[in-house]
Every structure is written in C-alpha cells, then in structure tokens.
C-alpha cells in the first residue's frame, strides 16, 4: 500500500530486503510480493546512476483479468468524473459510476507494480511503479503508453503529482525525483535537495556561551549548521508520498520521519521539523495551514502551521495508516492496513476509529458521495459509507 507502495519502493531490489542498522519492517509482503522497510540506512548506498529512459528489452503488456477490480490495487484518482486505480502487475481500472462498477485498461505497457496515478485534467494522465516506470494516458484512463522506463536502476517510483500546465514529479525510492513540463512525455532528473529545517531559537547556545566563551559558541553553532545540512539534503531517504497543499504548495512523506514541503510547485524544497522518528506514508493538508501526517504503527500529527509544529493524535490503533479522503464540512478519513478507517469531523483534531469487518488492508481512498469513499487495496476497490455499521459499510 502505500506501504504496498512502499513494498514497492522499499525493496531496493524487487523483492529483496535490504539489510541496515536499523530496524526493517515487513509489511504485507504477502500482498505486495515485495518486502517494505520502515526504516532503512542510508548507510547502504543508492546506485550511482540512473538507468536509461528505455532499456533493450520492452516489458510485457499487462494481462487481461477478469477479477482485475478485485486484485491488490494501491492508488486511486479522479480523472474528470471517472475514478482510476492503478495496482499489481501493471493493473489499471477505471470507474464511471463513482466506483459501483469497474472496467480494466485495455491497453497498459507493463506488468510492474504501478504504484501512483494523477491526472492532470479530464484526459490526461501518469501512473507510475516499480521498474521506474512511468505511463501516461491522453483518454482518460483508458488506454496507456510508456514514456519512461528503467529497470537497472532498481529505484522504484512510489507516488506522482500532477499540476498544471502540463507540470507532473514524480518521487520513490532514495530520493528519486523526476520531473516533467509536457504532461509526462519526457522526464528529467533532478538531485532532491531541500534544505535544512530551520534552526530554533537558542538551538546553537550551549553552557560554553552562557559563561561567555563566544568562540566555542561558535564552533558548535558550525557543528549545528553542518548536521543540517547533510540531514537536509535528501539523504537518499525513500520519498513515499507527494500531495498538493494548496495553490503552488507541495508536501512529500518520506522514511525515517522525514517530511518536506515545497511553496514554489517543487521548484524548492525545505525539510519539515518532525515530531516522529518512523516512516511517513501520508499527508493530508487540512483548511488554511493545517496538515496531518501519519504513517508506522498508527501514528498521525497534527500541524496548524504548514509543519512547523506538531501535535500528536490518538488514534486508537497500531495499524500503519497510508491513505486519505477529504470530507464535507472539513472532515477527513485515513485508511490504513487491517481494515482501518479512521474518521474526524472536527477537521483532524480528534478521529473515531471505523473498523472494517474482514479487515483487508487499504493504501488509498477519496470521496465519491456524500459520506461514502471509493477506497483501495489488497481486495481492490470497495465503496465504505462512513458512520455505517462495518458489515453494511463495504459494498464491492
């Protein structure tokens, strides 16, 4: 989820672990064919460099299938009024009645792990997954072509975003960042590199100041400067999610408690303060300069100011929270493995937990009705009526 998109992206070697001195966390490896790290090293070293755009050998279109609405699927999108969904061996499926009924591509130029999707209008679309493989459609989901593929580099693209004016990144694993201005036809690279969180007030004063020896005040306040900058400096961490803020505001999740945010459509980037130490898999802005994060063992934060600060949220559960749906009225839902929903109508100060009774594991979701979401995941797409018992809530 996105954990499966982490699977995705966490196995630096498609379905390979990677070994570090830190903890791994496997995640649904069942579900994802791949193993997720919540928290690895940047000890162990990306590759150098990035593979061409098209290696020698085409992959394999994906399959028809006839359940494909059924299968392990990751992330979902508005294309206009129609709902995309991308998941499993290059499965993509679309939906014209807000997610009652669901047809498979017909045309999709891969089997890998498709991990996100955006649109940038009605028509126009990238989905992106493992491989480093990018697709795009121009008729609303329907049919795909590849613009982007590089297996060699085993950096699996875990989310995209779509702007405006033909503006798409795309984000994965060590700090992968690709970019695009004409729609997803061609990509570049660019090295991510945000800067440094800002420093508090006093942050560098040190009990060698308070007795006035000024030069050794001084030489720790480098110290200080240093650590930042390497820290912000992308690190090569695994950047799991990227969402838009608001009018040329980006956030991106990332591993190992990273959060980042962009005032400028990703042209810059500034590392956030984190209250947390595990992986993130989501963002949620909320109304004004609110936003939630939450990610590893039910963890969910609160900001009131575009992440300078944060606030932690009960949420009742430990099950890793990956997804979120925009409400009526400032409400939101986050979905997560084992079935969770997790409800606020309080705009992200408290959340009531909405357990799913079979409790299959979510990686998305978003607002198709009024109290109903279209969520996604190892069982495919269901539609959930929020405040509905779990029984009467799930809905194929």
């Not at 061996?89 to 669901?102: K, L, N, T, Y």
């Not at 004409?182 to 308070?210: K, L, M, N």
């Not at 810059?268 to 947390?276: F, I, K, N, R, V």
């Not at 594991?361 to 069982?379: K, R």
Request: one cysteine or more.
């Amino acid at each position: 989820m996105n954990p499966v998109r982490c699977a995705v992206h966490a196995s630096r070697k498609p379905g390979v672990a990677i070994p570090g001195p830190k903890s791994l966390f496997v995640l649904a490896s069942g579900l994802i064919g791949a193993l997720v790290v919540a928290g690895v090293s940047t000890a162990v070293a990306a590759p150098a460099v990035a593979a061409p755009a098209v290696a020698a050998t085409s992959p394999l279109p994906a399959e028809p299938a006839r359940l494909a609405a059924q299968g392990l699927l990751i992330a979902i999108a508005a294309a206009g009024g129609r709902l995309v969904a991308v998941g499993d061996h290059g499965i993509i499926v679309f939906s014209d009645d807000r997610g009652a009924s669901w047809t498979q591509a017909a045309a999709v130029p891969t089997q890998a792990l498709l991990t996100g999707v955006c649109f940038l209008d009605a028509q126009h679309g990238v989905a992106v997954g493992h491989d480093e493989v990018i697709v795009t459609s121009a008729d609303a989901g329907r049919t795909w072509k590849r613009t982007h593929y590089a297996p060699q580099a085993q950096r699996p693209l875990l989310d995209v975003w779509c702007g405006t004016r033909g503006q798409a990144i795309a984000v994965g694993a060590y700090s992968t960042y690709l970019t695009s201005a004409d729609s997803g036809a061609s990509w570049h690279e660019i090295p991510f590199a945000p800067a440094p969180p800002p420093r508090a007030p006093g942050a560098a004063v040190t009990h060698a100041a308070r007795e006035g020896k000024a030069h050794e005040a001084a030489a720790h306040a480098d110290t200080v400067d240093d650590g930042a900058a390497q820290e912000g400096g992308g690190g090569g961490y695994h950047l799991n999610r990227i969402v838009a803020g608001g009018a040329s505001r980006l956030y991106i999740a990332g591993e190992a408690g990273h959060l980042y945010r962009s005032d400028d459509d990703g042209a810059t980037w500034l590392t956030l303060a984190s209250p947390y130490e595990g992986s993130f898999f989501g963002v949620a802005p909320l109304a004004g300069e609110g936003l939630l994060a939450f990610g590893l063992r039910g963890h969910l934060y609160r900001s009131t100011d575009a992440g300078s600060t944060w606030s932690k949220i009960d949420t009742g559960t430990v099950a890793l929270l990956d997804g979120a749906a925009q409400l009526a009225a400032g409400g939101i839902a986050i979905v997560g493995f084992s079935g969770v929903v997790l409800v606020s109508r309080d705009g992200g100060q408290t959340f009531a937990l909405q357990q799913q009774a079979d409790r299959a594991g979510f990686s998305a979701a978003m607002t198709v009705g009024d109290e109903v979401i279209a969520a996604v995941g190892e069982d495919g797409a269901k539609l959930i009526v929020l405040g509905a018992p779990a029984a009467r809530g799930e809905a194929r």
